[in-house]
């Protein structure tokens, strides 16, 4: 089971917005503004989309955001396109730790 | 180009011991920490340990330690991981990945080397 509890898939048509959830605690999301997003596409190393909740690296679309509110962190795709078809993971740091702790994991399927 | 290069797949027995590499290129490797991330097949990415070439800084996550060795060989700008009795359940994909300091996400990624063990 994994630290960091997101929907294992969601969908959407191409043009379609969507929002990914990710649930964690007051020792890791709650607390801190480290949490990132990666995009995994299959067969692929990771790529990270979104980091610091909200801050993308250069390089990566204006169509990904995220956000944070209480426990929970949400990254949204606008405007979907058939390259983001892809697993995202949620990430965050921990103090149960000290490390980062990840999410299971969200297949995004276009529709 | 800030560029992590993995060594090549493997495929060990239940017991033998096993050492993958990860060498970087493009950055100052002791300024930066060095992750190994584990992916098991269908599965989700686990931090496993983060290393710091500069101090040989090495922090393990509560579920790995004690079953791998993270260390690294500055004169070739080179990170490890290893195991000293593989199992079964080691099987799975394990990337390298770059992270600027302790608390930051991992921005450049290695290609990422498969560890298949049999019983």
């Known amino acids: 089971q994994s630290a960091l509890t997101q929907p294992a898939s969601v969908s959407g048509s191409p043009g379609q917005s969507i929002t990914i959830s990710c649930t964690g605690t007051?020792?890791?999301?709650?607390?801190?503004?480290?949490v990132s997003w990666y995009q995994q596409h299959p067969g692929k190393a990771p790529k990270l989309m979104i980091f610091?909740?909200?801050n993308r690296p250069s390089g990566v679309s204006f169509r990904f955001s995220g956000s944070k509110s209480d426990n929970t962190a949400s990254l949204t795709i606008s405007g979907l396109q058939a390259e983001d078809e892809a697993d995202y993971y949620c990430?965050?740091?921990?103090?149960?730790?000290?490390?980062?702790?990840f999410g299971g994991g969200t297949k995004l399927t276009l529709l | 180009e800030v560029q992590l290069v993995q060594s090549g797949a493997e495929v060990k027995k239940s017991g033998e011991s096993l050492k993958i590499s990860c060498k970087v290129s493009?950055?100052?490797?002791?300024?930066?920490?060095i992750g190994w991330v584990r992916q098991m097949p269908g599965r989700g990415l686990e931090l496993m340990g983060i290393l710091y070439p500069g101090d040989s800084d090495t922090r393990y996550s509560p579920s790995f330690q004690g079953h791998v060795t993270i260390s690294a060989d500055k004169s070739i700008s080179t990170a490890y991981l290893q195991w000293s009795s593989l199992k079964a359940s080691d099987t799975a994909m394990y990337y390298c990945?770059?992270?600027?300091?302790?608390?930051?996400?991992?921005?450049?990624w290695g290609q990422g080397t498969l560890v298949t063990v049999s019983s």
């Open positions: 990430s965050s740091y921990t103090s149960r730790s000290t490390l980062e702790v």
């Open positions: 990945a770059r992270r600027p300091t302790s608390v930051s996400p991992m921005d450049y």
């Open positions: 610091d909740v909200s």
């Open positions: 007051s020792s890791d999301v709650g607390s801190y503004n480290y």
């Open positions: 493009g950055y100052t490797f002791t300024s930066y920490w």
